[in-house]
Every structure is written in structure tokens, then in C-alpha cells.
Nanobody, 117 residues
Framework: EQLVESGGGLVQPGETLRLSCTGT????????MSWARQSPGKPLEWLAG???????YYRDSIRGRFAISRDNAKGAVYLHLSDLRPDDTAIYYC????????????RGPGTQVTVSS
């Protein structure tokens, strides 16, 4: 199975981004998916997860600014990032499983998000 993220980049504080992840090699529509991030010098941090029925769960610290969604027809999961702050700078990873912070079955290579003025 393979996960590939895209959509990262350099943005200014307060701006928005939409990260995308496509999954292949497994039955995407029945899989729970999640996003995590790792900032320099910090451990991996779970952010959000979404089940096959679109029920979603969020880390308290990003609730209201980030939103997870999925499109089963496209085999894609998204993370909408809004009101970005410099401390959101990190590599963002898509994961299969790990929906509420548990150990995922696989993780993509990540996409870099840098928030700087």
C-alpha cells in the first residue's frame, strides 16, 4: 500500500492551505485515515482522524482551525488548514489508521508546511 501527500508549501501567518493524500494498494473506502505532523525537534503529533462514515476526531489544540475530509471515489483524504501560525510549521503526514492517535498501519513520506512572514 502507498500513501502520497501533496499541497504543502510556504505561506504567511493567517493564510490557508489544503493538504491532499491519495492512497493506493488497499481498500481506501473502508479504511480509517488520519493526519499527523512533526515539527523540528519535537515528536510526531496526531492531529485528526476520519472514519469510513465521515465521523471525525481532532486534537484539541487544532480544533476549529483544521478540518479533515475524505473523497472515497478519489481515494483521497484532505486536511484543510486555516489561520496558520508559525508554530504550525512541520512536516505533515497522512496515515492509514491511527484515527484517534493510535499506531497507524502505514504513513506517507510527508509534505512540508512552512508558515513565515
Amino acid at each position: 500500500e502507498q500513501l502520497v501527500e501533496s499541497g504543502g508549501g510556504l505561506v504567511q501567518p493567517g493564510e490557508t492551505l489544503r493538504l491532499s493524500c491519495t492512497g493506493t494498494g488497499f481498500t481506501f473506502e473502508t479504511s480509517a485515515m488520519s493526519w499527523a505532523r512533526q515539527s523540528p525537534g519535537k515528536p510526531l503529533e496526531w492531529l485528526a482522524g476520519i472514519y469510513r462514515d465521515d465521523s471525525a476526531y481532532y486534537r484539541d489544540s487544532i480544533r476549529g482551525r483544521f478540518a479533515i475530509s475524505r473523497d472515497n471515489a478519489k481515494g483521497a483524504v484532505y486536511l484543510h488548514l486555516s489561520d496558520l501560525r508559525p508554530d504550525d510549521t512541520a512536516i505533515y503526514y497522512c496515515q492509514r489508521g491511527g484515527t484517534t492517535g493510535g499506531h497507524p498501519s502505514s504513513r506517507g513520506p510527508g509534505t512540508q508546511v512552512t508558515v513565515s512572514s
